[in-house]
């Protein structure tokens, strides 16, 4: 999934790994229970939100959350997000991210080459 028609999430705790981290499986995986946990807490809110890992192509592919709604994606939809991401992994153990990235079954090397691949 490309970044066209979405709203960059780039979480500021998360940008020194975004562009450089080598292990992209582990980052689609945090990312990807980022996005869950984002999701589930805007959801009352802001049902018509959508937010996704995507590929970001800018000096190379990356991945990163984005936000689509239908041209209803408010305009503090990056500072709300990224406030909510630092909650989550402030009150967040490393267990809880470790029992979603390894009890779902997923190929998580397989879903970093699937999005950020040509």
């Known amino acids: 999934m490309s970044d066209a028609g979405y709203t960059i999430i780039e979480p500021p705790s998360l940008e020194e790994w ?9 980052l689609v995986a ?6 869950l946990r984002l999701s589930e807490t ?4 802001s049902p018509a939100l959508r937010i996704d890992v995507i590929r970001v192509d800018y000096l190379g592919a990356y991945p990163a959350l984005g936000v689509h709604g239908n041209n209803d994606v408010p305009a503090d939809i ?3 997000l990224n406030a ?3 909650q989550i992994l402030s009150s967040s153990s490393v267990a809880d991210f470790l029992n979603f990235a390894l009890d779902d ?3 998580w090397t397989v879903e970093a080459q699937t999005l950020l691949d040509p």
Do not use: H, P
């Open 18 to 26: 975004l562009g450089t981290v080598k292990n992209r499986a582990m």
């Open 30 to 35: 945090l990312l990807s229970w980022l996005q």
């Open 42 to 45: 805007l959801k009352d809110n």
């Open 78 to 80: 990056a500072e709300r």
């Open 84 to 86: 909510l991401t630092e």
């Open 105 to 107: 079954g997923i190929d």
